[in-house]
């Protein structure tokens, strides 16, 4: 059997140790085109975030094809107010009354991040990434 010495030893756990910790670009990077699993994103034509009844929101920050459609649904209890940054206002939701939904259309690639006017928390809040 042959002798291992200390220093293979130690580059093995410090490569391993390098290997283990390497980033996947995912939503931290908002130049990455992927999931935080390093999965390729496909736009899609429409997508739907929705304002759960326990007040969360489920698929907040889709990805959709130019000219594709959000449509926020309020399954909540609450009226909920959903507003994009500057001059995106055109995306503003206005009033969701719970059991409503209101449909918007994205013809501008970018990101287009919003927030719930009337949740300071800012746990309602994400973005919508409109590719070609």
Not at 45 to 68: F, W, Y
């Amino acid at each position: 059997m042959r002798n291992i010495s200390w220093a293979t030893i130690l580059f093995m756990v410090l490569a391993t140790a390098l290997l283990m910790g390497c980033e996947i670009e995912g939503d931290d990077n908002p130049d990455a085109v992927g999931d935080a699993t390093g999965d390729t994103v496909v736009p899609v034509d429409s997508a739907t975030i929705t304002v759960t009844a326990q007040k969360t929101l489920l698929n907040s920050r889709p990805t959709i094809k130019r000219g594709g459609t959000v449509t926020f649904v309020n399954q909540h209890s609450e009226t909920h107010n959903f507003k994009f940054d500057g001059a995106n206002s055109h995306l503003d939701t206005g009033d969701i009354l719970p059991g409503g939904s209101q449909t918007r259309t994205f013809s501008t690639v970018g990101r287009f991040t919003y927030e719930d006017l009337y949740e300071s928390t800012g746990v309602l809040s994400g973005y919508v990434d409109v590719e070609w």
